[in-house]
């Protein structure tokens, strides 16, 4: 087995556009969630149990929402409706303490505070068209805006929710250990006025713990393991529409020894997150990345060491970049790039060593194969690295205006912006300040 | 390494002569006077003339009216510095140009006596002879016990440098008149204390009078007094009228005019006394009760003793000291802010000239000037602000000026167009005038506010200076407020006169009376002013009731009065105080009436039993000094807070006195001057508050580091690019064993570091442990120890991770890593074959450098049209462009040298766009350039 060096890049970086950077200090343990509140603004959470709100321009602390005596698990957005009263955004948090907090995102006032779970609360979703959430633990709780619990399933399972998706027809999807759990949310008729949620289905396709859930697009979601194995399903009809199956060794008799090696190395081959966009599914697939096209139904490129320990998180920019960070403490920026092939020319048996393209299933084997021949190939091409943090990278925000935010177990939060679009803004700013105190004067 | 230093430099030299730089001529206003008698042949720095004192020194004198003229004190007390100077004979001289008439008395028309607030005078006095010139500052305290209740006293600046004198003239008044209200603010204090007490003892001794009237009434009841009851009572009427002399005294001592206040310097503590006392006087009807009850309620008691009827002789009692007749607390501020003022004026006059243009100039560049001037003499108010910290003491005032809220004297200030013009009077003399004749002539600052009437006083006092020929006189009087006397309108109302006769009557009182309050009032509950004197005397009302206005009226009164105070000032003075001239003490001047000085030696009378014990002098002293401050329940937390920052008050003022002076300074040797002072600071700074913060900004400091920056350029071919890390914000890592080395070298290099405020710089001398990515946000140079020892791994491995953010000059491999540079920045800045030898020329050169960087870096900063698009349609592309080939074509700056001056820009605009600078470390600022390898 061999393994492929990691990729560098030296200091020169020229396509890289963050230039600088602002340290942002306020947690004291782990962060590892950031959500983006507004345009300008985003909340941090992590093992300290505080939230703490930032201005993502001038990385001035806004907020800090003080509530949870253990770690936060979960943290959600819930945004207000115009048509309410209540406009303000709320920020649901859930920690390790069993409770769930409301907070307002405006002024950082607890609106409530849930404590009647019986379990850690690990997810939190959002069902935006009926006004409700819902919060996975070791059960599933549907609650509405104004924090009643509309209704809520029996036990489902000690390891509790993992992850949570909402799919269409009012059904979401849970991640319990190996299983997917199709439930479905039935709001209230003229026939019953009460809410209730339905078991439909489980689906028990995957061989290990589910690590990754989200939703592709309105007909599809993707789930990744802990052993590498990625599968598209249909969104309406919880069938398997693609299986990829990442493995090591391409032989499908494993010995015993080699079964041991599985298990070693299986943290390399844990699918960590998910990211995707009309055409490709991006996996964060222990130290690597793949790119999973959708039509092709094939991974499309890679890069088997990305980093030198697991990617955390992965997020797909507008203009065909990947970052990725991970626990190595880095953040590194990947541009796709297509290269032409020519239809002729045979894959790099190299390329394919690395998926177990035997093992896809029987009805999407054959167009893969076909599509094979006369596909265009990508690359994915490491255009820079932010070096930062001293310690993991667990998660990673980007703002379209003010550039990328990464979180840290170095308990930092480094906004990273495009120096030269900083120093124009600044400019501008100058000059804004300059007029109000009427100190400009304009040539005639 | 290709760029070897020879072939470097021999390029630049072609370059050069191929663009001389042309300097532009300095603004005149900016250029100092050559040395006077550099075509004698003569260094500047030797004596000019026979003096017999080595440097300059201060000297407080008193007229005495024991022993006449006497010297009290010198600052720095030391026999050195004044030699076989006649102390003495100098006090005989200054003391005898006293031009203010002070004097407590009878005014005609008015029953009781009454005190004189006067202005200070001051006065620039030569003595050619004697090789001294002073500036003079006579200023009066009060005291209950001398004669007219007045102490002449003076302070002068004794310096052999006539044209020092002259040309400080405006920062020595100004410095000595915050000396001088810090005195009389004391001063003040404790007469009001004194009169207070003297207030008790003579109610007591009226109680006792009245009992032993009574008694001795019923005694003889056989329908007329014996002669011994006659003189009892006539006893008890002097007492009577005793006792009103001294609460209209007492009064007058508090209602000390309200309007000067606010514009002079003055302790905190002492504004809310007098404003205590404003309220109080306009609460109560009737002061006097007020300052009864304030007498018998919230004080420690104070046991009253009876006043015997006989005067003693003056010459028995042993007058107050200065410190005694100030407080202890306020003589020792004053004693702070004099050795502040001796060590301000240490030195060549050129060299403070120079200094003060310096700062001028940097107040100008107050935008950039944060970059990379020392954060002290940024400007005023930077050092304002920090002024509230204690462990910041500016270079402009020492820490205790803190008190006193006022930052600059506004005497001067205050004066507006009078003073102004009495400025230019001063300044034409001098362009007028050869350096020969200059010396010779008498300027006098006129208190008229028409200009020619200045100069035909001046014609006049010319020709009689001239024919007096050995000394040279200065009179500055220096003030306008002018308050017309109470006792005057009083006296026009009793007897009719026409403001002309006011206005002529006002001019025998000598000008400084406009400044006075002589409240003659028998009717204590009386306000300041009748209204029907308000109504026929306009000019006046204003004056008393706005204190610009007033300004107006005073010069008008000033102008018709200006004659008699050029020429015979002191004999029109004198004419005025018939009272004072033949009283001898106050006993004799109020007509051998029963006011005594309280004394020591003062016997009781036993009769009836009706016994006081006589308190210890000291013991009444301590106690008039706690009533003062309980009657103001504001002003001792105040006061309590200050004293916390400052422990300076609470020290022995010979303490004080003795430390500042150990000096060994010579005046030839100024540079050492300051680099003594900062010694003496930080030697003795626990106990001393240091006028100069140690370390940054001290002389020696600065020649320090240029000496060593020199040695590095000098010393490693790679210091081109290590500069210009500092100046590009690059953090420069400077790794090595030997922290001493280490610690040095990031002291010399730090005079190129940008500061990111007014704040300290962003250096950070000796960190030990594995750097992380806030050290770079926050230091932009770094001494770093180099371990051996596995722990060092972490240090190194941090290091090369965060090597794109830094620089690294590892000290004990003589190598360098940091990026290219080929700009022509720093090669001017940091030329190794310089002819500079000098640590501290270096300096200066580099300053000189950067502040030239600095205006360029302003320019583009502040160009609106190179940061904004003309209009809407323009792309950004074409902005850039316009950006760079500014950058390039207008500052003429060459590959690198872009990033310096965007980096400084950047800094400008977080500066400028800062609300309360220092709250934030701006952001990292970095590029995705190639670092190199540099070795020797």
């Not at chain 2, 935008?367 to 270079?395: A, C, G, H, W, Y």
């Not at chain 2, 003399?429 to 010779?440: A, I, T």
């Not at chain 2, 916390?644 to 430390?659: C, I, R, T, V």
């Not at chain 2, 106990?687 to 240029?706: C, E, F, N, T, V």
Request: include cysteine.
């Amino acid at each position: 087995m061999h393994k492929s060096p990691l990729q560098t890049i030296g200091e020169e970086q020229t396509q890289n556009p963050y230039t600088e950077l602002l340290v942002l200090k306020a947690h004291h343990d782990i962060v590892r969630f950031l959500v983006q509140l507004d345009d300008y603004r985003f909340a941090s959470a992590g093992d300290d149990g505080i939230v703490v709100v930032w201005n993502a321009q001038t990385g001035e602390k806004l907020l800090e929402l003080n509530g949870h005596t253990q770690k936060i698990t979960a943290i959600i957005t819930f945004p207000s409706l115009e048509s309410r009263e209540e406009k303000n955004q709320l920020i649901l948090t859930a920690s390790a303490d069993r409770t769930v907090i409301v907070w307002d995102s405006d002024t950082g006032r607890q609106v409530q505070r849930i404590s009647c779970f019986q379990s850690t609360v690990k997810c939190l979703t959002v069902l935006q068209r009926l006004d409700v959430w819902l919060s996975g633990g070791n059960d599933l709780c549907v609650w509405n805006r104004k924090l009643d619990l509309l209704c809520k399933t029996s036990h489902l399972s000690d390891t509790g929710i993992s992850a949570l998706v909402e799919i269409p027809k009012n059904c979401v999807v849970a991640a319990v250990g190996k299983e997917l759990i199709i439930f479905r949310l039935v709001a209230p008729t003229e026939g019953s006025l009460e809410w209730d949620i339905l078991e439909i289905k489980h689906l028990l396709d995957h061989q290990d713990n589910i690590l990754s859930l989200i939703n592709v697009n309105d007909l599809s979601f993707v789930t990744g393991s802990h052993i590498g194995e990625l599968i598209i399903w249909d969104a309406l009809d919880w069938t398997m529409q693609a299986y990829e199956r990442n493995f090591w060794d391409p032989s499908p008799q494993l010995d015993t020894q080699q079964e041991i090696k599985l298990c070693q190395k299986s943290n390399d081959i844990s699918i960590h997150h998910f990211t995707c966009d009309e055409e490709n599914v991006f996996a964060a697939v222990g130290r690597g990345l793949y790119v999973y096209n959708l039509h092709m139904k094939r991974v499309i490129a890679c890069q088997k060491t990305a980093h030198d320990s697991s990617v955390l998180h992965i997020a797909k920019l507008p203009n065909r970049q990947l970052i990725s960070c991970s626990e190595d403490g880095s953040v590194r920026i990947w541009e796709l790039r297509e290269k032409q092939q020519l239809a002729a020319e045979p894959v790099p048996t190299g390329f394919f060593n690395m998926w177990g393209f035997g093992r896809v299933n029987k009805q999407a084997s054959q167009p893969v194969k076909k599509q094979q021949e006369n596909a265009t190939s990508c690359s994915l091409e490491l255009i820079g690295d932010l070096i930062g943090h001293s310690s993991s990278v667990e998660m990673f925000l980007y703002f379209e205006d003010h550039g990328l935010v990464t979180c840290s177990a170095d308990h930092l939060i480094i906004l990273w912006k495009n120096g030269e679009r900083e120093s124009g803004l600044r400019s501008l700013r100058l000059f804004q300040k300059l007029e109000e105190n009427g100190d400009l004067y304009l040539a005639v | 390494m290709i760029s070897a230093p020879d072939v470097v430099a021999f390029t630049k030299e072609e370059e050069y002569e191929e663009e001389p730089y042309n300097e532009p001529a300095l603004p005149e206003e900016y250029s100092v006077p050559l040395f006077p008698f550099v075509n004698q042949g003569a260094n500047p720095w030797s004596k000019l003339s026979g003096a017999k004192f080595s440097r300059d020194f201060i000297l407080i004198s008193e007229f005495s009216e024991q022993v006449g003229p006497q010297p009290l004190l010198t600052i720095p007390n030391d026999t050195k510095v004044f030699g076989t100077f006649d102390l003495n004979y100098f006090s005989l001289r200054i003391m005898s140009v006293d031009y203010q008439a002070s004097f407590v008395g009878h005014p005609p028309g008015s029953a009781y006596p009454k005190l004189n607030f006067v202005e200070d005078s001051k006065v620039v006095l030569g003595d050619s002879k004697e090789g001294a010139f002073a500036y003079v500052h006579h200023l009066t305290l009060y005291d209950l016990e001398a004669r007219g209740f007045v102490r002449p006293f003076c302070m002068a600046y004794i310096s052999a440098d006539q044209h020092k004198i002259m040309q400080q003239f405006q920062e020595l008044s100004a410095e000595f008149s915050r000396a001088s209200e810090c005195l009389k603010t004391g001063n003040r204090k404790a007469f009001a204390g004194e009169l207070e007490k003297k207030l008790k003892d003579l109610d007591y001794t009226r109680t006792v009078l009245h009992t032993e009237t009574e008694i001795q009434k019923k005694a003889n009841d056989k329908g007329f007094y014996s002669s011994q009851a006659i003189e009892k009572a006539n006893e008890l009427a002097s007492v009577e009228k005793s006792i009103i002399e001294h609460q209209d005294l007492l009064k007058q001592i508090r209602s000390y005019p309200h309007r000067k206040l606010k514009g002079c310097d003055l302790c905190p503590g002492e504004m809310e006394h007098i404003q205590d006392q404003a309220s109080q006087a306009s609460t109560t009807s009737n002061p006097d009760e007020s300052a009864d009850t304030d007498l018998y309620t919230c004080r420690p008691a104070y046991t009253p003793k009876l006043i015997k009827a006989k005067s003693t002789k003056c010459f028995d009692k042993k007058l107050k000291t200065l410190e005694e007749l100030c407080d202890t607390e306020y003589f020792t501020q004053t004693l702070t802010q004099l050795s502040h003022i001796e060590h301000m004026f240490r030195g060549d006059l050129c060299y403070l000239l120079t200094s003060q243009i310096d700062r001028a100039l940097l107040k100008q560049q107050h935008i950039t000037n944060f970059l990379f001037e020392d954060f002290v003499e940024v400007d005023d108010r930077m050092v304002e602000k920090q002024e509230s910290i204690p462990s910041k003491p500016s270079q402009d005032r020492p820490p205790s000026r803190s008190l006193e809220e006022c930052p600059i004297p506004k005497v001067l200030i205050s004066v507006g167009s009078y003073k102004s013009s009495v400025e230019s009077v001063l300044i034409k003399m001098e362009q007028e005038l050869g350096d020969e004749e200059y010396k010779e002539v008498e300027v006098t600052e006129l208190s008229s506010f028409d200009p020619q009437e200045n100069l035909d006083y001046l014609d006049m006092d010319m020709k009689g200076s001239i024919s007096s020929g050995e000394s040279i006189e200065v009179l500055g009087t220096e003030k306008s407020t002018s308050v017309l006397s109470k006792s005057d309108s009083q006296a026009s109302l009793t007897v009719p006169l026409s403001p002309q006769v006011v206005r002529s009557k006002a001019v025998s009182h000598r000008t400084i009376s406009e400044d006075s309050i002589e409240v003659l009032s028998t009717c204590p509950s009386e306000a300041l002013i009748p209204d029907d004197f308000k109504a026929s005397y306009p000019s006046a009302i204003n004056e008393e009731e706005s204190y610009p206005d007033g300004n107006e009226g005073a010069i008008h009164f000033q102008a018709s009065i200006s004659p008699p105070e050029l020429g015979e000032t002191e004999e029109g003075s004198m004419e005025n105080t018939p009272s004072q001239i033949d009283s001898c003490c106050i006993g004799k001047e109020s007509d051998g009436q029963l006011v005594l000085p309280s004394s020591p030696a003062h016997t009781h009378s036993d009769e009836d039993g009706v016994v006081s014990s006589p308190p210890q002098r000291h013991r009444q002293k301590d106690q008039g000094f706690r009533v003062d401050f309980s009657m103001e329940n504001a002003s001792p937390s105040s006061r309590d807070d200050s004293c916390e920052g400052f422990p300076a008050y609470e020290l022995d003022p010979s303490h004080l006195l003795a430390n500042r002076d150990i000096s060994k300074t010579s005046l030839d040797n100024y540079s050492d001057t300051t680099s003594y002072v900062s010694s003496v600071a930080s030697t003795s700074s626990d106990r001393i508050p240091s006028a100069y913060p140690a370390g940054l900004s001290s002389d020696r400091h600065k020649k320090r580091a240029g000496q060593n920056a020199l040695k590095f350029i000098r010393q490693y071919p790679f210091a081109h690019p290590a500069i210009y890390s500092l100046l590009s914000g690059r953090t420069l890592v400077v790794l090595g064993e030997d922290e001493a080395i280490v610690r040095k070298l990031v002291t010399a290099l730090a005079i190129f570091v940008p500061s990111y405020g007014c704040y300290a710089k962003p250096v950070k001398h000796w960190a030990s442990s594995p750097l992380h990515i806030m050290d770079f946000q926050k230091w932009k140079l770094i001494g770093l120890q180099r371990v051996a020892s596995p722990a060092g791994a972490g240090t190194l491995h941090a290091l090369s991770r965060y090597s794109r953010y830094t620089s690294i000059l590892d000290l004990d491999n003589k190598t360098l890593r940091c990026p290219l540079y080929r700009g022509t920045l720093v090669p001017r800045l940091a030329d190794h074959r310089t002819q500079i030898k000098r640590g501290s020329t270096y300096y200066l050169h580099v300053q000189s450098m950067l502040t030239q960087l600095c205006s360029k870096a302003f320019v583009y900063t502040f160009c609106h049209h190179l940061h904004l698009p003309t209009h809407d349609k323009e792309t950004e592309e074409l902005l850039a462009s316009r950006q760079a080939s500014f950058l390039k074509l207008t500052l003429g700056l060459v590959n690198e040298d872009v990033r310096v001056v965007q980096y400084l820009a950047e800094l400008l605009k977080l500066h400028y766009m800062q609300e309360s600078p220092g709250t934030s470390h701006p952001m990292l600022g970095f590029d995705y350039v190639p670092s190199f390898l540099y070795k020797i």
